[in-house]
């Protein structure tokens, strides 16, 4: 006899709400039940689901449940489906504060739920790529993790400035390639388009095995990049997440007859390999991941609620380090 499908559904309609309807309503094991979203403005069904204003009626026909609404109420929707017993997918940031994220951490594991943090990055196939061959040995040492996350301005965010809505992504990834946890940040940032919130970030740190790395991240760049560069003792890993392309850069190992270049004791251009990847889409990835773990309890795949909160917590650092060298 097959197992009952999970039933699943997503709090709030906005543009990652809707993304993650599609991708549940085609998500083998589940059955997609709906929407909780109480603005005038929602069509009443999406994906052929219905789109609900009543959220008792909504938690009592889920079993997981997807929040996507703006990170300010992630607490308060994840208090509800705590309450009511139903695991949980928050998108990043988890929550708006710290302070709200370990409150989210302690709610779900008191209840004995599943809670997840849609940190996508980790899905890219570039960066799984990158992880897996990093932890192989192949760039030996790392030495420095640069990225930069670059774009326009988007409407669609209002709440919280550029380090929880972008930098995030970054903060996360920089510590799961590389597996190691920041020691140290410091923080650059501007505040240029008129809002309360910062909307350019420069930052540096340290991570645990002495990696140092920087975070070049802003909504005032009217091109979109996307790129993670790993470097270490035998080359460097050069990530696009925009098209999921990973190359290695080797360090070469000829010799050189030219006594001026010969003195310099750095290294040298090697080898250039464009890596095939088997390119699925990560929001799908993450959501096979996120269906697995609330049928087994294993959450070793997913990027977990306290994963999340510490994530929040440098994001915290980096806004507060930025106030402090703001120029009046």
Not at 27 to 37: A, M, P, T
Not at 106 to 126: D, K, M, W, Y
Not at 198 to 213: F, Q, R, W
Not at 264 to 283: C, H, M, Q, T, Y
């Amino acid at each position: 006899m097959m197992a009952a499908a999970l039933r699943a559904g997503v709090l709030g309609l906005g543009m990652m709400g809707r993304h993650h309807c599609r991708v549940l309503n085609s998500l083998d094991g589940v059955d997609f039940k709906g929407v909780y979203d109480p603005a005038e403005s929602v069509p009443p069904f999406v994906e052929g689901r219905p789109v609900t204003k009543d959220l008792e009626a909504f938690l009592s026909g889920v079993d997981y449940a997807v929040i996507a609404t703006p990170t300010v109420y992630h607490l308060d929707m994840g208090r509800a489906l705590a309450e009511h017993g139903v695991h949980a997918l928050i998108e990043k940031p988890v929550a708006h504060t710290t302070e709200a994220s370990r409150a989210l951490v302690e709610l779900f594991r008191s209840a004995n739920l599943v809670g997840g943090v849609g940190h996508i990055e980790r899905f890219n196939p570039a960066l799984q790529s990158m992880r897996s061959r990093i932890e192989d040995g192949l760039l030996g040492d790392i030495y420095q993790i640069a990225t930069r996350r670059q774009g326009p301005f988007p409407g669609r965010i209002a709440d919280v400035g550029v380090i929880k809505d972008l930098a995030t992504h970054d903060i996360d990834l920089t510590a799961w390639v590389s597996q190691q946890s920041y020691v140290s940040v410091n923080a650059r940032t501007t505040h240029r388009s008129g809002r309360p919130h910062e909307d350019m970030l420069v930052a540096i740190g340290t991570l645990s095995k002495g990696t140092i790395v920087s975070h070049t991240v802003n909504w005032l760049t009217p091109f979109k990049e996307r790129t993670t560069i790993v470097t270490g003792e035998k080359g460097a890993l050069v990530a696009d997440t925009l098209t999921a392309d990973l190359t290695y850069f080797e360090n070469g190992i000829g010799t050189s007859t030219w006594t001026g270049v010969s003195a310099f004791r750095g290294v040298s251009e090697g080898d250039v390999i464009r890596f095939a990847l088997n390119k699925k889409e990560p929001l799908l990835a993450e959501h096979e991941a996120f269906r697995d773990a609330v049928l087994t309890g294993d959450t070793s795949q997913i990027v977990t609620l306290e994963q999340g909160a510490n994530v929040v917590d440098i994001a915290e650092k980096l806004v507060a380090d930025g106030l402090t060298h703001r120029l009046n």
